[in-house]
Each structure stands twice: as C-alpha cells, then as structure tokens.
C-alpha cells in the first residue's frame, strides 16, 4: 500500500498536469478565438467586396442592355432610312426612263 505522503505527491503531480493542460487549453482557446475573429473579418470583407461586385454587375448589365437598346433602335432607324430611299429610287426610275427613252 501506498504511504499518504506518496499519495498526496501523486495527487500534487495530477493537479500539476492538469493545471498545466488548463493552462495550454486556455492558450490554444485565445488562439482559436483570435483566429476565428480574423476569419470573421475576412468573411465580412469578403461579403462587403461580394456585394460591390454584384452591383457593379448589375450596372454593367444595365449599361449592356441599354447598349443593346440602343443598337436595335440604331438597327430600326436604318431600315427606315434605307426604305426612304428604296421609295425614292424607286420613284426616280420612271423618271430616267422617260429621259432615256426621249433622247
């Protein structure tokens, strides 16, 4: 059997260990918990960044679709032009014909 003066240098050297593992935990704690507010920032961050994209996107888009608006009002305003001038071309050959047929 163990003596009580063995006993109690047995339970100082178990309370010493766990003092020291409370000690490294509380350690390894501060240092997950610094960690974890640097990814919380960066994860803000990358939210704040995130959402500046998406609305520089959608100004794009809207520039891209005006652009395209723009292009097919362009489209239509030359197919008007060109039958304008389909009717008068078509106006003038009666017109060099009878020159035509005078001389």
């Known amino acids: 059997m ?3 003066t063995e006993i109690i240098n047995d339970i100082q050297v178990r309370l ?3 003092m020291m593992a ?3 935990l509380l350690d390894k704690n501060k240092k ?3 960690e974890n507010q640097s990814l919380a920032d960066s994860l803000e961050e990358a939210k704040s960044q995130q959402e500046s994209l998406k609305n520089k ?3 794009i888009r809207q520039d891209t679709l005006k652009e395209t608006k723009g ?4 489209k239509a305003d030359t197919r008007k032009e060109i039958r304008y001038l389909m009717k008068e071309v ?3 050959i009666p017109q060099v014909e009878a ?4 001389k």
């Open 71 to 74: 292009v097919d009002q362009w």
């Open 22 to 24: 409370h000690q490294l």
């Open 99 to 102: 020159m035509l047929e005078h």
């Open 16 to 18: 010493e260990r766990l």
């Open 57 to 59: 996107l959608d100004t």
């Open 90 to 92: 078509e106006k003038c």
């Open 2 to 4: 163990a003596s009580p």
């Open 32 to 34: 997950l918990e610094s």
